[in-house]
Antibody, heavy 122, light 114 residues
């Protein structure tokens, strides 16, 4: 069974940092790109970042460019999201999802993890 | 950045059909894009349903019932998610998604099954 399990969320002050992890199981991890999507409380989905299966290409939304860094460790079947210079507007549930191709391109996100809540507040 | 517009809410009765729209901004043409659809129930992560580009280029998510289908209204520059034979468990938020360069989501439609 394909499973994705996020961890690392929590309460952080504005300007702080946090690293999210997404542990994958049940599939050949390096055959798939991975992505992060967030959802602010009561709001819709917002794509955040993605990384190719081999980790040699990364992608970011304009809203997190220069502040967030995505990476992956294929030996640990885990993708990470390092979040720096956090802002109140980064408060959201962060989901990781598998991209149905090795190269980040036009493809579905399937499945999604349960998400981890990140709260930025003083 | 292209914009996808979804009506905030929609409702229909059990057994009826629901037609959810996703209108693309005028700077892009719906006919050129695969439009992906996701379902999200309260307290749960999104679930991939299907994508539709054309009748010859479409795909269904694993285990997704065939009563969920996609289409387009090219004249309205919109993607459509059609749910036939509505069931109470179809009550959820539905999001469309495209990839013009990077990923764009619509704002979502909350479907109520009356």
């Amino acid at each position: 069974e394909v499973q994705l399990l996020e961890s690392g969320g929590g309460l952080v002050q504005p300007g702080g940092s946090l690293r999210l992890s997404c542990a994958a199981s049940g599939f050949m991890f390096d055959n798939y790109a991975m992505t992060w999507v967030r959802q602010a409380p009561g709001k819709g989905l917002e794509w955040v970042s993605a990384i190719s299966g081999l980790g040699d290409s990364t992608y970011y939304s304009d809203s997190v460019w220069g502040r967030f860094t995505i990476s992956r460790d294929n030996s640990r079947n885990t993708v990470y999201l390092q979040m720096n210079s956090l802002r109140v507007e980064d408060t959201a549930v962060y989901y990781c999802a598998r991209v149905e191709t090795a190269v980040f391109g036009v493809a579905s996100f399937d499945p999604w993890g349960q998400g981890t809540l990140v709260t930025i507040s003083s | 950045q292209p914009v996808l517009t979804q009506p905030p809410s929609s409702s229909a009765s059990p057994g009826e059909s629901a037609r959810l729209t996703c209108t693309l901004s005028s700077d892009i043409s719906a006919s050129n894009y695969k439009i992906y659809w996701y379902q999200q129930k309260p307290g749960s992560p999104p679930k991939y349903l299907l994508y539709y580009k054309s009748d010859s280029d479409k795909g269904q998510g694993s285990g997704v019932p065939s009563r969920f289908s996609g289409s387009k209204d090219v004249s309205a520059n919109a993607g459509i998610l059609l749910i036939s034979g509505l069931q109470s468990e179809d009550e959820a938020d539905y999001y469309c998604m495209i990839w013009p360069s990077n990923v764009v989501f619509g704002g979502g439609t909350r479907l109520t099954v009356l």
